[in-house]
Every structure is written in C-alpha cells, then in structure tokens.
C-alpha cells in the first residue's frame, strides 16, 4: 500500500513542521507546552495520569486524557524529527507503568531482604524495558505514516495495539494493566471478554479514548472528526448495553453439592519463612482452619474444598507426623468429605517446585500439579546458561511443571489449577486434556507487596480470565484479596485485605455454553 497518498506531508506553516518558535498559541494549544523539554515532561505526566485507570483507582476518565494527550503531543514534532516519537512514547510509557507498576520494589523492602539496595533499580528497571513497546509503536506510526490524518491516527491505535499484544506474549509476557483493564469497576463493559478477550478489549479502548485527540487536533475534514467521535461513543455505548443484557440474562447459578472455603491466614512475608516463625505459622493455618463453617454441601457427590494460598505447606510438613495429625485434627469438625487444595512448596530429585495439591480427608495425596509459567529472576533466572546467578530467593529456582492441565479428583468438579501469577495469562489458563475444566482454582501470595495496588491489579485477573473462559474462578491467598468470581465476573464472596479468617461459598456452575473466546482463545 501507498501509504504517502494516504498520509500528505506536512507542510512548514503547519503546527507539526517545526519545533522552533512560534506566535503565541490560540485555541486547544494553550494546554499543550511548545518547547520540546516542557512536551516531553508532559508526556511522563500524561503517563503517569493514564495509571490511574488501573487499580485499584479504575478511573478511567484519566486514560481518556492520557491517550489524546499522549497522541497530540507525539504529532506535534515535525515529521523528521521521528526519533523524538520514539522518546514520546518512551516517556509516556514510564509514566504510566513506572506509577502502575510501583508497587512491585515492594518485595525488596522486606524486612531482612538483603537485596533493598536494587529498589531504585526495581522501581525503574521493569518500567524501561515495559515503555520500549509504547516507545516502538510511536516511532514506528511516524514512520509509516506522517501527519494528523484519519490514516495517520488508525495506524497510531493499531501499531499500540500491537505493541500490547507484543508485551503480553514476547520474553515470557507481562499483560499487566492492559489499558482495556480500565474498566474493571464497570462490570458490564467487561463482557466482551467472553466474546474477544482482553486485547479485543484494549484495542477498542485505545480507540475511544485517543479519539477526543484525534477530534480536537486532527487533520481531517470536521465530518471525519466527528463520525470518529460517533463511532467511539457508539461503541462504548454498545458494550454497556451488550454487557448489561448479557448479565441480566444470566444470574449467578450455584451447585449446593460442593462448598469452597477460602483460607487467609494472613502471615507477613517477613515472617513466613523464618524458622523461627515456622511452627507458629503453621498453628496461624489451622486456627484458620477451624474457623466454623456456615454452608453444607448436599447431595450423593457432596465434597468441601478448602482452599489454602501458594506455599502454605512444604515438603517439612507432608513429612512431619505431627504436623499432620494436627491438620487431620482441624478437619475433624468438618461434616462432609473434605478436601485440601494447598498451595505447597516441594523439593524432590528434579529440584523445587511451587506446586498445588490436592489431599483428601486422610490427607491422603491426590493430585499434584507444579507452576508452569515461573517469574523471570523471581523463581527463575532467564538465560542461566550464560548468567552464572540464581534468582534473588537465594536458591537455585523452580523446575517449571508441563503446562495448563484440567484435573480429575474424586467427585470434585474438574478443575483448572493455577498457582500465583499464572492467571494473568489470556488463553493459556485452562486445558481440554483430559476433558473441559468446570472451574479454576488459582492460589497466590501477595504478602510481598502488603497494602499496594498490587493485590488489587492481581485479583482482578480473575474476573478477566472468569468471563473469558465461563468458567467461576477461586482465589485464595496468604493475606487478600481472596475471592470467589462466577463465570460473569461477580465476586460473590470475599475476603479483605490484610485480615485472617475464612469464608465459604457454594462453588459457581460454569456459564451454560463455552464462551466464543474460549472456543477460539489468541489468533
């Protein structure tokens, strides 16, 4: 394609031609800054704005800003200068991921972490090498097409787009805070999940609220503009009203048979692997545990799930006599066949494991299943082949389990598990082997991150991946937010931040039908 009859150069008296001088700005240029120092500023602001639109805020007004402003701005350089577009988007994407993401160098402020010198490095660190997507998309929407054009700014949406996707899946993927999450609070703008996913979202957000940019500073004939500015607001109106048919028409249906406990024992990180701490810990688990139940399961396939978070019981623990009879001793008040899913920290002749397991009442053990998608330099250390260092958890790192798998135990649903940080993958949390999952069951530890928006950003992961897959999710972790969502996304039941205790609920029935994306997951 010829993109030059499509994207007209810009000729010298016009606004993006140069960044020298100019007279005094009229009009919408008064909010924008005409020195390239005082643009590139406003670009980290921009950036750093757009992140409210994340958790656990969701305000997501402030994208609409950042998006037109992030546009205007990387257009208002002349054309030659393209390497400026580079920096613009580079910039902007250090606003808004250094601001969203933040709370991640929490895990080096640990007490007793000798690592807390890397913080200045781990709050920027991920951020630079994040904003190298928005920073290519820009620069390359200046190269392929010039101008303010109705062209131009497609290409922009479409190549940030792909910058998203690109993010999500290249050097293990880090879909987080994809913009499309910022309607998270806004149930019914969520269902579209079911039919596109979380890109398919995104990209549809990325359009909207660029498109007051393109309405205020395009150059296009003012029809153009204005059929954009319709079409944006048709659109988000259309999900709305698609989003609010599709929940109305189908409540939260509930199987009485099983019953999910969660279990939030809520023990600081600084204390969860001390040895000192060890045994108090686990007594912190079992009086959770014995926490009275307020639901029964019914019925000739009845069974109680408990639920308990990542690297809640170890190898020291399944192997320690006492240890068990005392967890066997907490289950004992427990009217119908109980089952343990624990998240649990093993070692073997393969190496360690972050792994779930399932234990029935005897805590006999069922079924095993280990983490497959690790932390880079978290559980793992990317290229340990040429770098001679294991990860910063002072161990040699995880051995990485085969991948998503649905498992079969007793009369228990079929299940989907998912350990920590696995869930925010689209498309590759559930498996047809050896038949279709009815649920997932997903344990994490947040404890790192205390009061943070991390916990926030992690759990609504669940509602993503719920109404993409149909399928209710079960959240547990160590210290919140522990959840139950139906295949629609509600949470019908909850645990908040930073308390212990356990609440039980009737597991959700899966949506009647698979969704269209689950069907067709990623292209």
Known sequence: ???????????????????????????????????????????????????????????????????SGFWIITTSFADDHRWKSFLCGWL???????YSLYWI?????????PYKWAYPFALVGLPIFLSLYTG???????????????????????????????RGHLFSGFPWN????????????????SIGGIYFLSFLTVFMFAMPGFMIKGHAPPLVRILGGVAALAIGIGLYIFGTERLAHHPTELRQD?????????????????????????????????????????????????????????SNELSEPAALEALKGAMLHYREPSYILAGALLGDREGYHNSLVVMDHDLRLKYKFDKFHLVPFGEYMPMQKYIPFGPLNNFSGFTAGPGPQTAMVDDIPPFSPLVCYEVIFPGEVTSTNPKRAEWIVNVSNDAWYGISPGPFQHM?????????????????????????????GRVISSLPLMVAGSVDSFLPRPAAKPTLYSRFEEF
Request: aromatic share 10%; charged share 15%; proline share 6%.
């Open 92 to 98: 902007f994407g250090m606003g808004f991921f250094t």
């Open 178 to 193: 994809l913009f499309g999450m910022s309607w998270t609070a806004i149930l019914p703008m969520l269902q579209i999940l």
């Open 258 to 314: 099983t019953v999910v406990q969660l279990i939030q024992p809520n023990i600081a990180q600084s204390m969860k692997w001390d040895p000192e701490q060890k045994w108090e810990n686990y007594r912190a688990l079992l009086n959770v545990i014995r926490n009275d139940q307020t639901l029964t399961a019914t019925g000739p396939h009845a069974a109680r799930l408990l639920i308990l978070p990542e690297t809640s019981v170890t």
């Open 460 to 488: 609504s992961h669940a509602i993503y991946r719920a109404i993409e897959t149909g399928l209710p999710v079960v959240r547990g972790t160590n210290t919140g937010l522990s959840v139950v969502v139906d295949p629609y």
């Open 136 to 166: 290519l998309a820009a620069y390359l929407s200046r190269r392929i097409c010039k101008g303010r054009g109705a062209v131009s700014f497609c290409i922009f949406i479409a190549l940030l787009m792909v910058a998203e996707y690109a």
């Open 105 to 113: 160098g929490n895990a080096l402020l640990i007490n007793g972490n």
């Open 1 to 67: 394609m010829n993109f030059k009859k499509l994207c007209p150069p810009v000729h010298a008296d016009s606004e993006t031609a140069s960044d020298a001088a100019s007279p005094a700005p009229r009009g919408w240029d008064r909010f924008f800054p005409q020195s390239t120092l005082g643009r590139m500023f406003n670009l980290v602001l921009l950036g750093a704005l757009g992140g409210l639109g994340m958790g656990p805020f969701y305000i997501w007004p402030a994208l609409v800003i950042a998006l």
